[in-house]
């Protein structure tokens, strides 16, 4: 009898284990975002047409994604950028009037980010920019997109074999901090 008790001791104990051990692991990936990798693409605040400024137009992505060189993020362009243009050019359109209003109101355009990582890993724009990456070997023909979404998987095995093509770094610290 003493025999049966154990066992159902010891089932109680490691079912409360794995569910601790569960809810460790939703915890975490609420706080670094992997999940979100493939999510619905977010709404944005301003309906921008990279099919009209990257496809027609034949803007470089450097040209509004001012940082991408510079820095770690590419991050979205300043609205300096855009008024640069647009205090002239399609004045009388809608989303060109949001645009205008948030400038005014000296207010940032908070989109949704479309590229989520984990927060444990490291990643440079500048670096890959640097090495000859195209942008559209990660973020797809954005220039023929009518709304940006993320196309690629992002995740370590794909990266590794980017890695492995362009004679990149395959050391774990390089991405990984």
């Known amino acids: 009898m003493r025999l049966k008790e154990l066992n159902w001791t010891r089932l109680i104990i ?22 979100q990798l493939y ?18 137009l034949g803007l470089a992505c450097t040209y509004c994604h001012i940082h991408v060189e510079k820095s770690r993020e590419a991050g979205a362009p300043p609205l300096s950028i855009c008024m640069g243009c647009h205090q002239k050019i399609a004045t009388d359109k809608p989303e060109i009037q949001k645009l205008t209003r948030y400038y005014n109101e000296k207010k940032p355009v908070e989109w949704g980010r479309i590229h989520n990582l984990p927060s444990f890993i490291y990643f440079s724009h500048k670096r890959h920019l640097k090495g000859g990456v195209d942008c559209s070997n990660c973020h797809g023909a954005v220039k023929q997109m009518a709304e940006v979404k993320q196309v690629r998987p992002l995740k370590m095995g794909w990266c590794v074999s980017c890695h492995r093509t362009y004679d990149a770094p395959l050391e774990c610290s390089t991405c990984h901090k």
């Open 14 to 35: 490691t079912g409360i284990i794995l569910g601790l051990f569960g809810l460790f692991l939703g915890i975490l990936a609420a706080q670094t975002g992997w999940w």
């Open 39 to 56: 999510a619905q693409t977010p709404e944005q605040p301003i309906d921008f047409p990279h099919t009209k400024h990257a496809g027609q």
